[in-house]
């Protein structure tokens, strides 16, 4: 199929299914999205045992669709930014240390912890994979995605230093999960050496190198934004920012997710502040959320298409591994979130369920099935694959419909003991 007929084929299926949920399910947008994808999947692979003609139409016409660059090279620059552009820079300087250390020592703490343990448990299954490709499943499924993050924190009423610190967290951690990811595939595919050396350069060039980058593209459209006042044109310019700052960002080797995080904090801020009218932050404003609200219906539709792909990698083994992956993943994140609270807890106050809204607000979404299916098929893709994908509907699905509910519960305690005390 051409490009336009799959996006016109996904836009179908993204607007179908949203009406259905807004009309029938009433859940959370992305979340009833991908359960009635997931849904309709299921349906299509299990017709499929009894009807093969169905089964490979479908995986050929979902086949077409690179989920993976889908998802890195389109879909992210624009969702980063939009996601940026409504954080309060003031909010996040006040939460920069815990933000700064779980978004690096807490990614890395995770990394170790996950690559370690299955690469001893996955003998037990029959599995014989090394090190270094469990570590580098462990650096794909460690971060937080900002994308599901950003799209459920909306609706589940956290308090505001809450939503910052896990947002700020999920904005930048991508970052620097996709900087050790990669720097893990070279060492895998013998492309990069095992040094200090190359993994603080590659860290250099990417992390901080995107950041500069994005302060720099940022500045050039706050300036030309400064310039004019004409909403359409503005609105362009932003749109232009993105687009062309995210291929330039690939082109000079630097992190594009970094930089949009960056130039989108900037726009949102200075520039909202003071180089735009009233008219043009309404303008803007809803142009951005409109593509924010679209494109995340599209992924969290890809996400559960996608495993008419996957299904075949499915078996009770990866299914019971899958399972036991949830649990391993989130104690990960509970002692990776665990040390930086309790380090700066002398200096700063925390509320007493921060540690657990911090653990089960981390979710996971289409950033990490990406990054898995970059995984070389030796390095044992098809088995990480079907435990990403797990991992991420259990997230979406299971954490993104309760994190409200947990807050609540943790703010009513909180409140009780706060009464006793006076």
Not at 152 to 158: D, F, H, N, P, T
Not at 200 to 212: K, Y
Not at 344 to 352: D, V
Request: hydrophobic share 55%; with cysteine.
């Amino acid at each position: 199929m051409h490009i336009f007929e799959l996006t016109a084929l996904l836009l179908v299926i993204a607007a179908v299914l949203g009406f259905l949920n807004v009309r029938y399910l009433k859940l959370p947008t992305t979340i009833g999205i991908m359960l009635i994808s997931l849904a309709f999947s299921l349906v299509l692979v299990v017709a499929g045992r009894f009807f093969p003609a169905i089964s490979e139409s479908a995986e050929q016409i979902v086949g077409q669709i690179d989920f993976g660059k889908t998802v890195l090279n389109v879909m992210l620059s624009y969702l980063l930014f939009a996601g940026a552009l409504h954080v309060d820079l003031s909010d996040l300087a006040k939460q920069k240390f815990i933000i700064g250390v779980m978004a690096t020592v807490g990614v890395v703490m995770s990394t170790f912890l996950i690559g370690t343990i299955f690469y001893f448990l996955l003998p037990v299954f029959g599995f014989e994979i090394g090190f270094l490709p469990c570590l580098l499943f462990g650096s794909l499924i460690s971060p937080t995605d900002p994308v599901a993050v950003l799209g459920i924190l909306k609706k589940a009423g956290v308090s505001r230093s809450l939503e910052t610190k896990i947002t700020g967290e999920s904005l930048f951690n991508d970052g620097v999960g996709v900087v050790v990811f990669l720097a893990l595939l070279g060492l895998v595919t013998g492309d990069a050496e095992l040094s200090a050396g190359h993994i603080t350069e590659l860290f250099f060039r990417d992390a901080i190198g995107g950041i500069i980058f994005g302060a720099m593209i940022g500045f050039i459209a706050y300036f030309m934004l400064k310039k004019i006042d004409n909403y359409q044109v503005e609105v362009l310019v932003t749109l232009a920012l993105v687009t062309g700052g995210y291929v330039l960002a690939h082109k000079l080797h630097v992190s594009g997710p970094l930089a949009m995080v960056v130039a989108g904090l900037m726009i949102g801020n200075r520039g909202r502040r003071l180089a735009m009218s009233d008219t043009t932050r309404r303008h803007l404003d809803m142009f951005w959320e409109l593509i924010d609200e679209v494109l995340n219906a599209l992924l969290f539709a890809l996400i559960g298409i996608e495993l008419i792909v996957i299904a075949d990698g499915v078996t009770g083994k990866t299914l019971l591994l899958g399972l036991l992956a949830i649990g391993i993943v989130l104690a990960s994140r509970f002692c990776a979130v665990s040390v930086p609270v309790l380090a700066l807890k002398p200096f700063r106050h925390f509320s007493p369920g921060a540690i657990k809204m911090l653990t089960w607000g981390g979710l996971r979404g289409g950033i990490s099935v990406a990054l898995a299916l970059a995984i070389p098929k030796e390095a044992g893709r098809d088995v990480f694959l079907v435990l990403t994908y797990v991992i991420v509907i259990f997230s979406i699905s299971v954490q993104g419909l309760t994190v409200g509910k947990l807050y609540q519960r943790l703010a009513g305690k909180e409140a009780e003991v706060t009464a006793e005390n006076e």
